[in-house]
């Protein structure tokens, strides 16, 4: 199932992160059933190849949008994903989050390690300038995940997203460049390969 050529896009010392492909299904799809548990009631990947198939091809085809596996760097496992969704150019030059781990790389600090591998890259090579979380209020771990990534609360929408049946609330995060480049700033997360 693991992949091991390097196809990075960006390293740190424990992931790599990469964009998704067709290929990926099959693993990504066995993981995802492998934490239903830990994603309900917060976000639904695909558990099937076909859905994988619709799911991946939108993330690789549409140009507002970009899929990144956080791969392991040891044995390529696929320890999670992170999409930047609705990305507006412009004079926004934006997108917004979305992320999940695996069960079985949970707590271990590689979605931390991989957030900041895409928080580098998209203010990099994509040129973004600013990302947005938009985070249901109940889900400590993504809100930690966001807030241990320099992410700040911007605010609260009543009812802004349609999940698991319902329109829930969601706290609103974001990062700029300014954020992470400033002076007496963090240095920026991992360059690109």
């Known amino acids: 199932m693991p992949h091991h ?28 059933r492998e934490s239903k548990d ?8 695909p558990t099937t190849a076909q859905a994988y198939t619709a799911y991946a091809g939108r993330l690789i085809e549409d140009p507002s949008k970009a899929g990144f596996l956080v791969c392991e760097k040891d044995d390529g496992a696929i320890g999670g994903f992170i999409n930047i969704n609705n990305i507006v150019e412009g004079g926004f030059q934006s997108g ?14 590689l979605m931390r390690e991989g957030l900041d591998l895409v928080v580098g890259y998209a203010f990099g090579p994509m040129r973004l300038h600013r990302l947005e979380i938009n985070v249901q209020p109940g889900n400590a771990a993504s809100i930690a995940l966001a807030r241990g990534c320099g992410f700040r609360l911007e605010g609260f929408s009543p009812k802004m997203l349609f999940v698991d ?29």
């Open 5 to 32: 050529a390097s196809r990075h896009l960006a390293e740190g010392p424990r992931v790599g992160i990469r964009p998704f492909t067709y290929e990926d299904g099959a693993e990504f799809t066995a993981r995802a």
């Open 38 to 45: 830990l994603h309900h009631p917060w976000l639904f990947p």
């Open 96 to 109: 917004a989050l979305g992320y999940g781990a695996f069960a079985h790389a949970a707590g271990r600090g």
């Open 165 to 193: 049946g319902a329109w829930r609330d969601h706290e609103r995060w974001a990062i700029t460049t300014e954020m992470i480049t400033g002076p007496g700033r963090r240095r920026g997360p991992a360059s690109a390969t």
